[in-house]
């Protein structure tokens, strides 16, 4: 079992930037494939971002292409996303999961078993 903490949200203006870490427990976090979903008032949870357990394969997106960076180490049971050129659209409360898949892909909430609590990012105009 992964207990996950999500930390690093809070309010930026348009085109800021903020990095969100996702602190797991256990030992095995490394054997787990991670992700990370957004879901904003009124809309379902959608899918941002994952990393396969080693940090070689990489998926996002189409929104968040080319200004968020996902990450992991796995050493200290942590991972990570870059967030740049933030826009209103991005205001949500961000999620991390994981999942005890090879490669994650872009899957849908309901193919992860662990899930955060959440933090919230507000994007000003």
């Known amino acids: 079992q992964v207990q996950l903490v999500e930390s690093g949200g809070g309010l930026v203006q348009a085109g800021g930037s903020l990095r969100l870490s996702c602190a797991a427990s256990?030992?095995?976090?490394?054997?787990?494939?991670m992700g990370w979903f957004r879901q904003a008032p009124g809309k379902e949870r959608e899918f941002v971002a994952s990393?396969?357990?080693?940090?070689?394969?990489?998926y996002y997106t189409d929104s968040v292409k080319g200004r968020f960076t996902i990450s992991r180490d796995n050493a200290k049971n942590t991972m990570y996303l870059n967030m740049s050129s933030l826009k209103p659209e991005d205001t949500a409360v961000y999620y991390c999961?994981?999942?005890?898949?090879?490669?994650?892909?872009?899957?849908?909430?309901?193919?992860?078993?662990?899930w955060g609590q959440g933090t919230q990012v507000t994007v000003s105009s």
């Open positions: 256990g030992r095995t976090f490394s054997t787990y494939s």
């Open positions: 990393i396969s357990w080693s940090g070689s394969s990489t």
């Open positions: 999961a994981a999942a005890h898949i090879i490669q994650p892909g872009v899957r849908p909430p309901d193919e992860y078993d662990y």
